[in-house]
């Protein structure tokens, strides 16, 4: 059947990725896209700019396995991208990150089986991959919740979840360029932790693409990476500078946040030996061994592959140019610079 035909659910669809999604998948001719979240304001919002009868919108939480069944019913598709994101806040209430992201996941992704939706992709981060920090670690125990219950289920079941990991989305709700442009424009030092950090710069729509990739050739228990390009910190802050024309604008350093990394990791050397180059992604196989090794020590692949992890310090770097024509590819990057042109 045509995936436009089936019903879809977007957890978290009131955020940054979900609305991006949303749009999306209205764009493409979906009939039917269900929204669960808990910001009854926000969905209040959605609902008077968008006025579509493709969508309907559910409140609930995914911590309330009620609520997850409530929007499940009758779903076919379903990205799961409701979520605790935020470093500092879930280093402070670690709890939290574990009712939303680990048992809230167990939720959606149980929910999912019960009432046989064809596939389930759920959002991770590179954060996940060796992680130190709460959210990171919590979205690991996602992962692995995940894993476990596809193997569980065998390649012949009616539900296929997989997973799609991703690095920083650029311009997303509560990443440094919309914090970096409102402080250009208010005047205020704009504030780094340290400059030679790197980190991978994905925009909306690659991750919206991947997602698209993951329902359309995942099998159980795949996870699916895109390929990413990387800046320092440094170089980011004098792209924004230059396109702002503002070279001279101050910066602070206010060292690093609470369990930050130098660099983030999409996959490991380990990940990488039971991958599928697809071009633009990894796919990342599942394991699926039971807990029986015997027949692996003695019948198991005895060609050793050498990789290394794969990470935002050895992918390709984006120079202050290159940095600069990914950021004027963003429509939000845009209309910033023409209010900022408009006022000036």
């Not at 806040?89 to 670690?94: A, I, Q």
């Not at 219950?149 to 997989?162: I, P, W």
């Not at 984006?318 to 024509?325: F, I, P, S, Y």
Request: include cysteine.
């Amino acid at each position: 059947m045509e995936l436009t035909k089936l019903p879809v659910l977007i957890t978290g669809g009131t955020g940054s990725f979900g609305k991006t999604m949303l749009n999306d998948l209205l764009h493409k001719g979906y009939e039917e896209i269900r929204v669960l979240s808990r910001d009854e304001e926000k969905q209040d919002m959605l609902r008077n700019t968008l006025r579509s009868p493709n969508v309907r919108f559910f409140i609930g939480d995914i911590r309330d396995y009620d609520s997850v069944t409530r929007a499940m019913a009758g779903a076919k598709l379903v990205f799961h991208a409701a979520a605790l994101k935020q470093v500092p806040s879930c280093e402070f209430f670690p709890i939290e990150a574990v009712r939303t992201n680990i048992l809230g996941s167990e939720n959606v992704i149980r929910s999912a089986t019960v009432h046989g939706v064809h596939s389930v992709v759920c959002l991770s981060t590179d954060k996940a991959v060796l992680p130190v920090n709460s959210m990171g670690m919590s979205k690991a125990m996602m992962e692995k919740l995940v894993v476990a219950l596809a193997r569980s289920l065998g390649a012949d079941s009616a539900t296929t979840l997989s997973m799609v990991r991703y690095g920083n989305v650029m311009y997303s709700r509560g990443s440094v360029i919309p914090l970096f442009i409102r402080q250009i424009k208010t005047g205020a030092p704009i504030t780094v932790t340290e400059p030679r950090m790197t980190r991978f710069l994905m925009p909306l729509r690659d991750s919206v693409a991947l997602v698209h990739h993951a329902f359309e050739h995942a099998r159980q228990g795949d996870l699916f990476i895109r390929k990413a390009a990387a800046s320092t910190i440094q170089d980011l802050v004098t792209a924004l500078r230059e396109l702002f024309d503002v070279p001279d604008h101050p910066v602070e350093e206010i060292g690093w946040r609470h369990a930050e990394k130098l660099y983030e990791t999409l996959a490991t050397a380990q990940e990488l030996t039971q991958s599928e180059d697809m071009g633009a992604y990894y796919r990342i196989r599942m394991d699926d061994r039971d807990l029986n090794y015997k027949a692996y020590f003695s019948e198991g692949e005895h060609e050793t592959v050498h990789h290394e992890d794969y990470h935002s310090h050895n992918t390709e770097r984006l120079d202050v140019e290159g940095v600069k024509a990914l950021l004027l590819s963003l429509p939000e990057v845009q209309a910033e610079l023409t209010a900022w042109k408009a006022g000036a």
